[in-house]
Antibody, heavy 123, light 111 residues
Framework: EVQLVESGGDQVKPGGSLRLSCAGS????????MNWVRQAAGKGLEWVSS????????FYADSVKGRFTISRDNAKNSVFLQMDSLRGADSGIYFC????????????????WGQGTLVTVSS | QSALTQPASVSGSPGQSITISCTGT?????????VSWYQQHPGKAPKLMIY???KRPSGVSNRFSGSKSGTSASLGISGLQSEDEADYYC???????????FGGGTKLTVL
């Protein structure tokens, strides 16, 4: 069974930093592109970032480009999201999400989601 | 990133059928890129309901269907049941943005 478990969510002041982690199990972690998707309270889903299986390709939403950095450690079956210069608009639940296929993103979808970790940016 | 356009809400009575639309552009829904649909109950993680525009994952009821025409995709639910009450989101990769875009979400109410 595919499992994705996020951790690292916390309350932080504007301008602060936070590092989220996601541990995957039940599948060949090193073969899959991994993603972060967030959801502000009472709002819709927003894609944040993706990282290819080897870590060679990374993509970011315009709203986080230059402030967030995605990375992965395939030896530890983990993906990370380093979040710097945090803003109130970054508050929400952050989901770790797996691509369904070993294909480029245009031929893909999200088949497994973690339960999320809560980030609160507030003074 | 520009969100795909979905109606904010739809409703139907038990047993009825509804459709949720998802409108994009030629660089996302209107391209060869694959549209997927997700169901989210309050306080829960989203769940994949439709992929490749019209296919159902194992375990998803055949009351759920998907289609696409031009720059619009649709999710259909027949024989509405109370447990279908949830938020629904469409998603697709956008070639020009080099990123994923989601619809704004549609709240389905089963009356």
């Amino acid at each position: 069974e595919v499992q994705l478990v996020e951790s690292g969510g916390d309350q932080v002041k504007p301008g602060g930093s936070l590092r989220l982690s996601c541990a995957g199990s039940g599948f060949m972690f090193s073969s899959y592109t991994m993603n972060w998707v967030r959801q502000a309270a009472g709002k819709g889903l927003e894609w944040v970032s993706s990282i290819s299986s080897t870590g060679g390709f990374m993509f970011y939403a315009d709203s986080v480009k230059g402030r967030f950095t995605i990375s992965r450690d395939n030896a530890k079956n983990s993906v990370f999201l380093q979040m710097d210069s945090l803003r109130g608009a970054d508050s929400g639940i952050y989901f770790c999400v797996r691509d369904a296929q070993l294909q480029p993103p245009e031929y893909n979808w999200f088949d497994s989601w973690g339960q999320g970790t809560l980030v609160t940016v507030s003074s | 990133q520009s969100a795909l356009t979905q109606p904010a809400s739809v409703s139907g009575s038990p047993g009825q059928s509804i459709t949720i639309s998802c409108t994009g552009t030629s660089s996302d829904v209107g391209s060869y890129n694959l549209v997927s649909w997700y169901q989210q109950h309050p306080g829960k993680a989203p769940k994949l309901m439709i992929y490749e525009g019209s296919k159902r994952p194992s375990g998803v009821s055949n009351r759920f269907s998907g289609s696409k025409s031009g720059t619009s995709a649709s999710l259909g639910i027949s024989g509405l049941q109370s447990e279908d009450e949830a938020d629904y989101y469409c998603a697709v990769w956008d070639d020009s943005l080099k990123g994923w875009v989601f619809g704004g979400g549609t709240k389905l109410t089963v009356l």
